[in-house]
Structures are given as structure tokens and as C-alpha cells.
């Protein structure tokens, strides 16, 4: 009996041992995602085109832009992939980005492992963060690993690595081999530990097994807490344990079809019920009216959206999500980015540069339109059709937005109830009392937005 009591003493101290040590992982594991948290706030995301951003497409180039997008307000960026791009089945002069020959070195057409660093470092000095695009489905066909390690591809019936629907410059990687996640998520870590790399926007998310990006997340934050961005909108289980954002493809179609007259306001109002039903709480879209997949292949935001452009703009900073401006949209980008070949952004008029500044500004100085929890909430006001009329509050900040979705001037009476009360028309600066019932002249894709004053 004495020798069962020290054995379930001992027993007893073991269990309350490993409880506190669970307890206290939970603590560190929850205060690095709160730091994740905190700075994804007012998180601002500007997408790095390297190749395209300057003359020489550098590392180094690019640097040089980094005093005038901190003045501009974006916080977050960016970059697309950096590896050495494959040779073999290249489509075009200089390939595409995400045909990846080695995870763990940098495209020698950008600059040195040495130059990437410096650049993060300036970063993360300035008050950036920075996070890289990570390519896991697939690799290019000179990839080592199709030699050292075929037996990670997916191959068909005859045997032959395969390549994933019409990426026919890419091999399919295979998930249920468990010595590829182990390298995988080890290379991610590379660059985590190595290069002080905040977070990965992932391509082709949901192309990857939902289980092995939860392992990663699982493995890679304790080093870091990263913020993780999903390019997807299907698999919304990604956003359980491993991603806090994914893609606003939805919202982005849909303000396409509202200005080219196919959609109308109401579908904004619909589309948001969607987003409060699907994500998981505290995770959140991110939102943008181009990309470098739009704008190379479906073109500027100006062919699909004219003069809409700028009002589609505002909802991107205004409704709940992360904006997100891709590289030349300050300058007024007009023309595709070749994908495969040099194709250099014309800053030589930087027209929209007060625009995003201004924007920027908006989403920054006001609670309510933080992101995810950080944010308010949204309730809409009834409207016609063709008028978007919401309000966005935490605690006693109220911003309320105006919107005439088409092409037509409207003449609109919106009731606002208990929301009346004394305004500065943001983009005016003008004081403004709202009435309860309260009439507006809005000329065809006019916006307002109206912070409330503070008692």
C-alpha cells in the first residue's frame, strides 16, 4: 500500500507538472497571436511586384520606394515569390514567378540572399512588415526534389509526375507523403528564422490538404507568430486553425458586375451576410480591386470597373476585411504587367497617391474600421437599390458611408434614426448634421463618409 501511495503521489506531481506546462504553452502560444493580432489592426497590405517595380527590378531598386509608401501609410508588405524561377518547360523569357527551382535561395535576377535581407531589415526598421509569398502546391520541373525525391510528386497511371490542371510549367507535389510536409514546413521555418519574415500569403491554398497548414501553423508560430493569408474563398475550414485571412474574391466579382450595371447595391448587403455567416470569428477577407493576377490577365481596374473605380476603392477600406493595393494603382497603373517577361511601372505620375494616402488615413484613425475583432460592426440603412448606406462602430466611434452604386445620378432620403447628430464629411472636412431623415444629391458613383463627432 505505501509503495502505491509514493507511486500516485509521485504520479499526482507529474500530471500537475505537465498541466501547468500545457497552461503555460497556451498562455505564450495565445500573447504571440495577439501580437499577430494587434499589428494586423489597421494593417494596410501593398503587393511587391519586384520584376516590374523598377528600371532594374531589384531588391535594391525597390528599397529606394520604401520613404514614399511609409508617407502613403501602407504598413504591410507584400512580396511576390523571390526564388529562382524554373528553367525547364518556362513559359516566356524570364518564366513565371511561381515556378519555384529552389525553396531556399533568392531569383539572382531580384539581388543576393544578402540584398533580401537588407531590404527586410529597412522594413522592419521603418515600421513594415513583411511577408513573402510561398508557393506549396507545386514546384518547377528542375526542382532537385524531382530527382532526389520523385516519389513526392503525384504521377499518373504510366508513372509520370503530373502537372496541376493547366500550370503546365509546374509538378504536382503529393501531400499524403509525410517526409514532404516535413520539408516543407522546415523551409518555411528557413525563412522565418533566417530572415525575420513575418508571415506567407499562400498561393493556391486550397489546392494543399487543409491538415498540413494547420501542422505548419502549429509548428512554425511558436518561432513566430506569422499571419497567414489563404489565396482562396471555398475552403473557409482553412480559416479554423491556420490562416486568419483569405482572398475577397467574392466582394471583388461583385464590384466588377455593380459597375458594369449587372449587379446592384442590395448584392453588397447580401455578400456581407455571407462573410458574418461563413468566417470564424476574428478572421476576415481580404479586399482589393486588383492584383497581379487581375491586372495581367483580366485586365486594369480602370477596363473593368471605370469610372467606378475609386468608389470601389473606398469599400475596400470601409467594409469589414483587410485592404490590399497592388503595385502601380498609386500611379494609376493602366495597362496589363506583362506576367512572363519585363514590363516596367510608369511612375512618372502618381495620381492616386493622395487617394490611397487619404484612405489610408481613413482606416488608421478609425476604430470602427479596424480589422477583425479590433473592427466595429457594420448594420446597413434602407436605400433604393442603386444607394449603399452603412455604419461602421466600436465603441464611440461612428463612421457612416454613403454610396451611389451607378452610373445614374439619385436623389435619396435615408432614414438614420438615433445615428443623427453632427458628422465631418471625411474627404471635405466639413461639419455636417445628419438629419433622422435626411436627403442627398448624389451624382453618379459619389461617396461620402461621415465621422461622427465625439460628445
Known amino acids: 500500500m505505501e509503495g502505491r501511495r509514493i507511486y500516485f503521489k509521485t504520479g499526482l506531481k507529474i500530471g500537475i507538472f505537465s498541466v501547468i506546462i500545457v497552461v503555460i504553452l497556451v498562455m505564450v502560444y495565445s500573447c504571440t497571436m495577439n501580437k499577430s493580432d494587434n499589428w494586423m489592426k489597421d494593417a494596410v497590405i501593398y503587393e511587391v511586384n519586384i520584376r516590374q517595380y523598377t528600371k532594374e527590378g531589384t531588391f535594391n531598386a525597390f528599397s529606394e520606394h520604401l520613404p514614399r509608401l511609409k508617407e502613403m501609410g501602407v504598413n504591410v508588405l507584400w512580396f511576390m515569390p523571390i526564388h529562382p524561377i524554373s528553367s525547364t518547360k518556362r513559359i516566356g523569357p524570364l518564366g513565371s514567378y511561381y515556378s519555384i527551382r529552389d525553396y531556399k535561395a533568392v531569383n539572382h535576377e531580384f539581388g543576393t540572399e544578402e540584398d533580401f535581407k537588407k531590404l527586410v531589415d529597412k522594413a522592419h526598421d521603418m515600421g513594415f512588415k513583411v511577408i513573402m509569398d510561398w508557393v506549396a502546391n507545386h514546384t518547377g520541373w528542375d526542382h532537385p526534389w524531382i530527382k532526389e525525391h520523385p516519389d513526392w510528386y503525384v504521377r499518373d497511371a504510366k508513372g509520370n509526375i503530373v502537372h496541376p490542371e493547366t500550370w503546365e510549367d509546374v509538378a504536382q507535389l503529393d501531400y499524403s507523403n509525410k517526409e514532404l510536409r ?63 485571412a483569405n482572398y475577397g474574391w467574392d466582394l471583388y466579382h461583385l464590384m466588377n458586375d455593380i459597375a458594369k450595371g449587372k449587379k446592384n447595391a442590395q448584392s453588397i448587403i447580401s455578400y456581407q451576410k455571407r462573410v458574418d455567416t461563413l468566417y470564424p470569428k476574428g478572421t476576415y477577407p481580404m479586399l482589393f480591386t486588383s492584383n497581379h493576377d487581375e491586372n495581367s490577365w483580366n485586365g486594369t481596374e480602370f477596363e473593368r470597373m471605370g469610372e467606378a473605380y475609386e468608389t470601389m476603392s473606398v ?71 442603386n444607394v449603399l448606406a452603412f455604419k461602421r462602430q466600436k465603441n464611440d466611434n461612428i463612421v457612416i458611408v454613403v454610396m451611389n ?21 471625411y474627404f471635405t472636412d466639413e461639419l455636417v448634421e445628419l438629419q433622422a431623415n435626411h436627403s442627398f444629391a448624389l451624382d453618379k458613383w459619389e461617396y461620402k463618409v461621415f465621422i461622427k463627432l465625439k460628445k
Open 182 to 244: 516535413k520539408e516543407m514546413i522546415k523551409t518555411m521555418k528557413y525563412w522565418v528564422t533566417k530572415f525575420d519574415i513575418d508571415g506567407f500569403r499562400c498561393d493556391y491554398a486550397g489546392g494543399v490538404p487543409v491538415d498540413f497548414w494547420e501542422e505548419a501553423a502549429r509548428k512554425i508560430n511558436p518561432t513566430k507568430k506569422l499571419f497567414m493569408l489563404a489565396e482562396d474563398n471555398v475552403k473557409y475550414e482553412l480559416l479554423d486553425k491556420a490562416f486568419q
Open 315 to 385: 469599400l475596400t477600406f470601409t467594409l469589414p476585411g483587410v485592404p490590399m493595393i497592388y503595385s502601380g494603382q498609386e500611379a494609376g497603373l493602366n495597362k496589363r504587367l506583362e506576367f512572363f517577361s519585363k514590363d516596367e511601372i510608369d511612375w512618372s505620375d502618381l495620381k492616386y497617391e493622395n487617394h490611397y494616402k487619404q484612405l489610408i488615413s481613413l482606416k488608421k484613425q478609425n476604430e470602427a474600421l479596424y480589422t477583425g475583432k479590433h473592427g466595429g460592426d457594420i448594420a446597413f440603412f434602407d436605400t433604393s437599390k
Open 405 to 425: 452604386l451607378s452610373s445614374s445620378p439619385i436623389n435619396e432620403t435615408i432614414n438614420f434614426g438615433d445615428n443623427a447628430g453632427n458628422y465631418i464629411s
